[in-house]
């Protein structure tokens, strides 16, 4: 049987996605400053929200309420009443923020469909080189598993993303997070940005697809696909 799939919503994307994010995995996302993932976050939550269902959002960067107000429009009270955000200041914060928002999942008391964690590897990040950086890996690997595991049993879909570093021998630009992280999502997208507002989706691994790419727009509302509206519809 075919995994569930939440859509996104942009038409182009759920197209590459075979209908949408996958419901029982961890979907990735990496891509440069810019290249529109937080904005991404912020439609699918929107969906989810307007559906009737909870959105656990980790936001390590300060999320935009201004892009979130654009994004939902008249539905923004719908969308607030239906979020739980968390703005961890540390790794430690966030590990117990992810464990909070999984076991709420896993125990089903309120219908959850979407768990957000953006930046997923901003805390990561600052300790790479430094001495808790094995620390700081086995603590993310904790978290990391942890959405796996509630994304499987709850069937509740899993956004992470992810930042990126230049290879200096390959001039590209590579996800942190170490190879754990790119076993355990099942589904990665990498962002990137073309001239203007346009970026490209590549789909870089699924388990049931071959990689592609889409394309979308940014605009002052949120996320279209190159040819425009509509971005309504079931769930
Ligand atoms: P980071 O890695 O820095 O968190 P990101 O991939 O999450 O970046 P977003 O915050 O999703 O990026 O997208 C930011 C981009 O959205 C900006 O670079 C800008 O091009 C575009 N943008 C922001 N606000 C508007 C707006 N009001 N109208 C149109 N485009 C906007
Ligand atoms: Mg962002």
Request: net charge neutral; charged share 25%.
């Amino acid at each position: 049987m075919p995994s569930e799939r939440q859509p996104t919503g942009i038409p182009s994307v759920d197209r590459l996605l075979g209908g949408g994010l996958e419901s029982d995995s961890v979907t990735e996302i990496y891509g440069e400053g810019g290249s529109g993932k937080t904005l991404f976050c912020l439609e699918v939550t929107a969906r989810v929200a307007r559906s009737g269902r909870w959105v656990f959002y980790i936001d390590t960067e300060g999320v935009s309420v201004d892009r979130l107000s654009a994004v939902c429009g008249p539905t923004l009270d719908e969308v607030l009443g239906r979020l739980l955000l968390s703005s961890p200041k540390s790794l430690d914060e966030q590990g117990r923020a992810v464990a909070t928002a999984c076991r709420l999942a896993r125990e089903g008391a309120r219908p959850v469909g979407l768990i957000v964690v953006d930046s997923g590897t901003f805390y990561y990040r600052l300790s790479l080189s430094g001495p808790d950086e094995d620390d700081a890996r086995q603590a993310l690997s904790v978290g990391v598993a942890d959405l796996v595991v509630t994304a499987l049993s709850a069937h509740v879909p899993v956004l992470f993303t992810n930042q990126v570093y230049r290879s200096v021998r390959e001039g590209t630009l590579e996800p942190l997070g170490g190879s754990f992280l790119n076993h355990a999502a099942k589904t990665i997208l990498r962002f990137d940005r073309l001239p203007g507002d346009r970026r490209c989706v590549v789909l870089v691994k699924h388990r049931s697809l071959p990689e592609g790419a889409a394309e979308f727009r940014i605009t002052p509302t949120g996320l279209e696909s190159p040819g425009g509206p509509p971005r309504s519809g079931p769930g």
